[in-house]
């Protein structure tokens, strides 16, 4: 019989220093997701392909290096689908290391719990689209009331977060990035993730196009009085 703590992980980067504000991270990827975002890089990941890392695998490994890593980020895939994400969350916070979770915000319950007791330090979610456009870049239908509960749960600022979205040409125009920072309105950090082709893209390689620099700065221009900072990767 599982372990009521275990999740799904399928992957794991040791030493991040980039996932995580202002913290060194190790990052764990979640296997399986709900959505099947077509320019999603983690393909292998979400579909659940991969050897699985136990939970007191990971844990053994941050305590063993406790001196050298501040947090762990939780990543996927999307952690929120994993039933034992709760208790792994709720160890991992015993041990003292800071929890970032990467999330596409269908989970506004599980959101609300870790935040309000504590067990949770930063949250970056993911806003796909604007509301019109959500089945159609997942690939699945979207229940946009829970997308819009995570937003407003994040915008109260009780913990750090950030939105973020992935663009490419063919799939969100300039409009609708716009109705994404309005529908964020004065958000703390809104990051715009421009698009990188791969052999890991699960729709495929060379289907997107990424913006060019001079688009991204006249999208960040368009938006930036919506939002308190944007920023570009």
């Known amino acids: 019989m599982p372990d009521k703590d275990d999740i799904n992980i399928l992957g794991i980067e040791k030493s991040s220093f980039i996932d995580y504000p ?35 695998e990971i844990i053994h490994f941050l305590k063993d290096r406790e001196k050298f890593i501040d947090a762990l980020c939780i990543s996927g895939g999307e952690p929120t689908i994993q039933k034992g994400l709760y208790n792994f969350i709720y160890k991992i916070k015993k041990e003292g290391f800071n929890i970032k979770l990467d999330t596409n915000g269908t989970n506004p319950g599980l959101l609300k719990k870790l935040i309000d007791e504590k067990l949770i330090d930063y949250i970056a979610m993911d806003v796909k689209a604007p509301p019109d456009k959500y089945s159609s870049i997942t690939q699945t239908p979207v229940i946009l009331e829970d997308i819009q509960e995570s937003i407003d749960i994040l915008l109260e600022n009780k913990i750090g977060y950030e939105f973020r979205t992935t663009i490419c040409k063919e799939l969100l125009s300039m409009e609708d990035i716009k109705t994404i920072a309005k529908g964020i309105k004065g958000c703390n950090t809104y990051a715009l993730q421009n698009f990188k ?32 900072k944007v920023i570009i990767r």
């Not at 983690?42 to 659940?48: K, L, M, R």
């Not at 060019?212 to 006249?218: A, F, I, Q, T």
């Open 197 to 228: 082709d791969g052999e890991t893209i699960l729709a495929g390689q060379n289907k997107f196009t990424p913006y060019s620099d001079e688009e991204l700065e006249e999208i960040q221009n368009q938006i930036q009085g919506l939002l308190n």
């Open 22 to 56: 202002n913290n060194i991270c190790t990052v764990i990827f979640t296997g399986g997701c709900n959505f099947r975002c077509l320019y999603c890089h983690n393909s292998s990941i979400v579909e659940g392909k991969g050897d699985k890392i136990g939970t007191g």
